[in-house]
């Protein structure tokens, strides 16, 4: 038991005994516990305490007191309440038997004659409670119970102490809700002060819809969509799901439905009365359509024509929107498939290879992505977006469950803000690379980072890491699924994306065999994947057994993704999807000071990555891919000075090229084949392609680095397998070529880089959990020091031994060092901040880094996808 739970037990211990706990809700913890006095079981309820705060226990105890005295045979009765050590407790019978809601679980649907009389009986007690005063405000199935096949309500007046005791306002500014959504009035959902009986018996009729159907008449991802549903939306007829059902019982509970409190029954009894009058209550001729053409508003009938001619983007949206809140279910149950683009400023800039640039609200309203030097949010019913204040260089957006709040990355840190203004709040630091987050509804935040999966309270403090990848992976793009245990996620092993699991309660990780990154889960039943082609799929999914119950079916292609699986691509719970387009432009050689200050080194745009400077400054060797979502590329040189290029390789399987230190040689890896895998065999060509390739190792996966002070061995770094922690090695040059180790070990190691002396090498590892930059003594024995504090990665050594830079995510650090008579580092400074592709490189001096940076094109759009689950799910039917 708990501290709080021992401190209860203690001072009710003269009274009740408690045995164990039965369950927790919204507003109690709920034990069985043995009632000393009168040697009876009893349900002993305990409210939340931070309800209890909000509430005030004093003043809840007082209005608690005018549900006792109701006696009804179908009203679960109070017998005790109290405050003990500062808990807020009631007590009711305990009732052997199961709830409404169990009975629901196991059986999804009640037959007609079951649901009727429960119904009955409910109303009942509502007309009883009613009569003397008591509105239930939060009838639901978890409240109704089933004792004997009898139905009993309980919490009666609950709901309504909490309204009336001095918190009930600030119980509603905090998010606490006085009801259920699926459940509420109209009235109610709107926050009326005056809640009348009428409330309940619109809450009964979504219960008897509920019982019918298998569903309540209105669902949602949020609790704001189903509320939107709920003011807007019709039910869809009953009777088209279940044909058994008798049409005049569909007519009572779409009178017990309706939106206007004066239209359903004046009274629970008249509700209970009206199942044994058939032709009292009159069935709608169209339930749920829309009017005639004729008789439709023009706005309706200009949107509805707009829809079915592709007329503007803002018609067809709202269009969408309104088939959605007034759509003819009844005869057309499947919402109309619409799309359309965004067109994109060319300054709106993609933000790097950690997740996507675009986030989907829950309910599908609205987008959030990247704009010229901020966050933009655009409702899809209308055509400009607004900037969000404060997010300045803001990346990787994602929403809250409810849709209310966006975090989003920017400057080293986690932030939120709320989408109806405030100022951006700071969550936590991250450090190093952040691979995509996701809100729970617990108001937990998860994100992926060099480190693995961590978590942080949404209200800010400090990450803890919660899964740590094993040697050789990494994890990335966390969504957690709707159960909020459960974190669909991406294991990565080199260019191998497969989908995984995390059990937030265990801990444990599950690695399945499904393809793709990007994992996004619809309420549909799927799982949205990407893939480093460009193609968006839907893979089923079951949330309960969380396995893939299917095979892939693409949903749109030309989606901008990069070979690690990273996708500008925003998913809603509903479905509903957006992406970016892959560029035209591709990338560019870019040219960046010391200062951050950056020009285009003039050459072609292309889809280049990997630049290597000469020893002599002149040329960039650089990677050069057929397209930004192909694999096949090939060795590229470009001439700074001519702004020429000319191709070195052509077996468009050739990565990580590296220059000999007389620059006459090109060092680079070679696959073998088409398929990308980031490393390959060793080879080497003349620079000025005078010359045949030469192969140097043809077994394993690894990249050429750098090489020692003499020229004579050159420093690769991979694995004898795919997958396989990372080492660096020694190949010697001179005479028959040799391989030893330098740096293996459980961990991977990478990126080697010398000090002019040739004493010391620095390199990036593992081993700490994250990447970090390291300096040990070269060759042999000798010490060993982090150079890197929060994260680091590619290390280089500047010409003159004084510095070490290296990326810590966007940003460019120098490490000043020293190296004699041992190895020291003497301070740490943050050059400048960008957003720069994988890999670069740096002059002599010290002064000039070459990157790579993608360049948007003109076309660039975002491409919004409504109600693609719809049609698939009736082209299947």
């Known amino acids: 038991m708990s501290d709080a739970i021992g401190r209860l037990t203690a001072a009710l211990a003269d009274r009740y005994q408690i045995e164990r706990e039965l369950g927790a809700g919204g507003m109690a913890t709920v034990y069985l516990a043995h009632d000393v006095r009168h040697n009876r079981h009893v349900a002993l309820k305990v409210l939340r305490p931070e309800l209890a705060a909000i509430l005030g226990g004093e003043r809840f105890l007082k209005e608690i007191q005018l549900t006792a005295n109701l006696q009804h045979p179908h009203i679960l009765s109070l017998f005790d309440s109290g405050e003990a050590d500062g808990m807020v407790f009631y007590v009711m019978?305990?009732?052997?038997?199961?709830?409404?809601?169990?009975?629901?679980?196991?059986?999804?649907?009640?037959?007609?004659?079951?649901?009727?009389?429960?119904t009955k009986e409910v109303a009942g007690a509502l007309d009883y409670a009613h009569r003397h005063g008591v509105v239930h405000r939060d009838i639901k199935p978890e409240n109704i119970l089933l004792h004997d096949g009898s139905a009993l309500v309980a919490d009666f007046g609950i709901a309504l102490a909490a309204s009336r005791s001095d918190g009930g306002t600030r119980m509603t500014e905090t998010g606490m809700s006085l009801g259920t959504p699926h459940?509420?009035?109209?009235?109610?959902?709107?926050?009326?002060?005056?809640?009348?009986?009428?409330?309940?018996?619109?809450?009964?009729?979504?219960?008897?819809?509920?019982?019918?159907?298998?569903?309540?008449?209105?669902?949602g991802p949020t609790a704001q969509a189903i509320i939107a549903r709920v003011m807007t939306e019709q039910p869809r007829s009953i009777t088209i799901q279940r044909h058994t059902i008798p049409v005049h019982v569909e007519a009572v509970v779409r009178k017990a439905l309706e939106k206007l409190p004066a239209d359903r029954f004046a009274t629970a009894a008249e509700f209970a009365e009206a199942f044994d009058k058939p032709g009292s209550v009159m069935l709608p001729a169209t339930p749920g359509a829309l009017p005639a053409a004729a008789?439709?508003?023009?706005?309706?009938?200009?949107?509805?024509?707009?829809?079915?001619?592709?007329g503007a983007l803002l018609a067809a949206v709202a269009g969408a929107l309104l088939w959605r809140s007034f759509g003819p279910r009844a005869v057309l149950p499947v919402r109309p498939l619409v799309k359309f683009g965004i067109q994109l400023p060319r300054e709106a800039e993609a933000g790097g290879a950690t997740g996507s640039t675009i986030a989907f609200a829950p309910d599908g309203s609205r987008l959030v992505y990247i704009g010229p030097g901020k966050l933009f949010v655009r409702g899809l019913d209308v055509l400009d977006p607004v900037p969000i204040p404060g997010s300045d260089g803001g990346t990787l957006p994602f929403f809250s469950p409810d849709g209310q709040f966006v975090g989003f990355k920017q400057n080293g840190h986690l932030a939120r803000v709320a989408m109806a203004g405030g100022p951006v709040l700071p969550i936590c630091d991250v450090h190093g690379e952040t691979f995509g987050a996701t809100w729970t509804r617990s108001d937990t935040i998860l994100f992926a980072s060099d480190s693995g999966l961590l978590d942080v309270p949404a209200a800010g403090g400090t990450a803890r890491l919660v899964a740590r990848p094993d040697s050789g992976e990494s994890f990335a793009w966390p969504d957690v699924l709707p159960?909020?245990?459960?974190?669909?996620?991406?294991?990565?092993?080199?260019?191998?994306?497969?989908?995984?699991?995390?059990?937030?309660?265990?801990?444990?990780?599950?690695?399945?065999?499904?393809?793709?990154?990007?994992?996004?889960?619809?309420?549909?039943?799927?799982?949205?994947?990407?893939?480093?082609s460009g193609v968006v799929s839907a893979v089923p999914f079951?949330?309960?057994?969380?396995?893939?119950?299917?095979?892939?079916?693409?949903?749109?292609?030309g989606l901008q993704s990069n070979f690690n699986g990273d996708a500008n691509l925003g998913v809603a719970r509903s479905g509903d999807f957006a992406y970016q387009t892959s560029p035209t432009a591709g990338s560019q050689v870019m040219i960046v000071d010391r200062h951050g200050n950056v020009r285009p080194a003039g050459t072609d745009t292309a889809n280049y990555v990997w630049p290597r400077l000469s020893p002599d400054g002149k040329y960039v060797a650089i990677e050069r891919y057929t397209s930004a979502?192909?694999?096949?590329?090939?060795?590229?040189?470009?001439?700074?000075?001519?702004?020429?290029?000319?191709?070195?390789?052509?077996?468009?399987?050739?990565?990580?090229?590296?220059?000999?230190?007389?620059?006459?040689?090109?060092?680079?890896?070679?696959?073998?084949?088409?398929?990308?895998?980031?490393?390959?065999?060793?080879?080497?060509?003349?620079?000025?392609?005078?010359?045949?390739?030469?192969?140097?190792?043809?077994?394993?996966?690894?990249?050429?680095?750098?090489?020692?002070?003499s020229g004579d061995a050159l420093l690769y770094f991979g694995a004898d397998s795919l997958g396989g922690n990372l080492e660096i090695r020694r190949l010697r040059l001179s005479g028959t070529p040799a391989s030893q180790v330098v740096l293996a070990s459980g961990f991977s190691n990478l990126g080697p880089s010398f000090s002019p002396d040739g004493r010391w090498m620095t390199y990036q590892s593992n081993e700490s959990g994250r990447y970090e930059v390291y300096v040990r003594a070269y060759p042999g024995l000798g010490g060993k020091w982090q150079v890197s504090l929060e994260g680091g990665s590619q290390p280089h050594w500047s010409?003159?031994?004084?510095?070490?830079?290296?990326?810590?995510?966007?940003?460019?650090?120098?490490?000043?060092?020293?190296?004699?008579?041992?190895?020291?580092?003497?301070?740490?400074?943050?050059?400048?901040?960008?957003?720069?592709?994988?890999?670069?490189d740096v002059t002599r001096d010290g002064q000039t880094f070459v990157f790579t940076q993608q360049v948007r094109g003109t076309d660039q759009s975002l491409f919004v996808t409504l109600n693609w689950f719809d049609q698939f799910r009736a082209k299947r039917r």
């Open 295 to 310: 008789a439709a508003s023009p706005r309706q009938r200009l949107v509805r024509g707009a829809v079915m001619t592709g």
């Open 542 to 557: 079951d949330a309960r057994r969380l396995a893939v119950t299917g095979s892939a079916v693409p949903m749109a292609d």
């Open 483 to 532: 159960d909020g245990r459960h974190v669909l996620f991406t294991s990565v092993r080199g260019t191998a994306l497969k989908l995984a699991i995390l059990d937030r309660k265990t801990g444990v990780v599950t690695r399945t065999t499904q393809e793709g990154g990007y994992p996004r889960y619809v309420t549909a039943g799927y799982v949205v994947l990407t893939y480093g």
């Open 629 to 709: 979502t192909q694999a096949n590329g090939d060795i590229w040189i470009i001439d700074l000075q001519q702004r020429t290029r000319t191709r070195v390789t052509f077996d468009t399987v050739s990565t990580w090229p590296e220059w000999s230190p007389d620059g006459r040689l090109i060092y680079y890896a070679r696959n073998g084949n088409s398929d990308f895998n980031d490393f390959g065999a060793l080879w080497r060509v003349p620079a000025d392609g005078s010359g045949q390739p030469e192969s140097l190792l043809t077994q394993g996966y690894w990249a050429p680095y750098t090489f020692e002070r």
């Open 93 to 118: 019978p305990y009732v052997e038997g199961e709830s409404l809601r169990d009975r629901l679980v196991r059986e999804k649907q009640l037959p007609v004659e079951d649901a009727v009389r429960i």
């Open 799 to 840: 010409a003159d031994g004084r510095e070490i830079f290296y990326r810590q995510g966007d940003q460019m650090l120098s490490a000043a060092v020293r190296t004699q008579p041992s190895f020291d580092v003497t301070g740490r400074s943050v050059l400048f901040s960008g957003v720069y592709d994988f890999g670069y």
């Open 183 to 219: 459940y509420m009035a109209p009235e109610q959902a709107m926050g009326e002060r005056e809640i009348t009986p009428k409330a309940d018996v619109y809450a009964l009729g979504c219960v008897l819809y509920e019982m019918l159907t298998g569903e309540p008449p209105f669902t």
